[in-house]
Nanobody, 117 residues
Framework: QVTLVESGGGLVQPGGSLRLSCAAS????????MGWYRQTPGKQRELVAE???????SYLDAVKGRFTISRDNVKNTMYLQMNRLKPEDTAVYYC???????????WGQGTQVTVTV
């Protein structure tokens, strides 16, 4: 079973950047499909970006060209580089790990990102 801890959230002005990290422990992250999700009050959690065990990536249309997901299996850490942030990016960001070839999902506790003037 893997445990996930997010960090790197905070308050930033529009146009600014943040880098989120998701540190995995308890298992080898290379065996997991990884993703970043976000959620605002009253809305469903949405997939922002994901990276497969093979390194393939995909993005929510609203963040394409601004966000970059990556993983470092040696450090057991996943990242989300967020550039040109907009107020509508404000949300709690969660990382998720899905054990390869299973339906076992694990979530972090979330980190708040607030984009405001």
């Amino acid at each position: 079973q893997v445990t996930l801890v997010e960090s790197g959230g905070g308050l930033v002005q529009p146009g600014g950047s943040l880098r989120l990290s998701c540190a995995a422990s308890g298992d080898t992250m290379s065996m997991y499909e990884m993703g970043w999700y976000r959620q605002t009050p009253g809305k469903q959690r949405e997939l922002v970006a994901e990276v497969t065990t093979g390194g393939s990536t995909s993005y929510l249309d609203a963040v394409k060209g601004r966000f970059t997901i990556s993983r470092d299996n040696v450090k057991n850490t996943m990242y989300l580089q967020m550039n040109r942030l907009k107020p509508e990016d404000t949300a709690v960001y969660y990382c998720k790990a899905r054990r390869q070839y299973t339906s076992l999902n694990y979530w972090g506790q979330g980190t708040q990102v607030t984009v405001t003037v």
